[in-house]
């Protein structure tokens, strides 16, 4: 299973990206998908997530601000970010739980992260 994340950029205060995430590979079940961010000398923190459900929680410091979805079909995960601040500046890194079958028929529960894309938010 893999996770490709896009849609990073350099972007001026108050303006708009999007991400995306597709999830490839042998995926029986895709359940809470989600993005992270890590700005320089800091952890990792949440920003959102989304059951498979739809179901949605987001860190305090983007609420009203970004909002996650999901396509299903297409295995792709989305954070719209508006109103982008310059302390949205991060690498930006997209995860998954699911499960897949092995050889055998054995079920293997995972959670794959996927390559950090880069949010610059500068004027």
């Known amino acids: 299973v893999q996770l490709q994340a896009s849609g990073g950029g350099l972007v001026q205060p108050g303006g708009s990206l999007r991400l995306s995430c597709a999830a490839s590979g042998s995926i029986s079940r895709l359940d809470t998908m989600g993005w992270y961010r890590q700005a320089p000398g800091k952890q990792r923190e949440l920003v959102a997530t989304i059951a498979n459900g739809g179901s949605t929680n987001y860190a305090d410091s983007v609420k009203g601000r970004f909002t996650i979805s999901r396509d299903n079909a297409k295995n792709t995960v989305y954070l719209q970010m508006n109103s982008l601040k310059p302390e949205d500046t991060a690498a930006y890194y997209c995860?998954?739980?699911?499960?897949?079958?092995?050889?055998?028929?054995?079920?293997?529960?995972?959670?794959?992260w996927g390559q950090g894309t880069l949010v610059t938010v500068s004027s």
């Open positions: 995860n998954a739980d699911g499960m897949s079958y092995s050889g055998n028929g054995e079920p293997i529960a995972w959670r794959h």
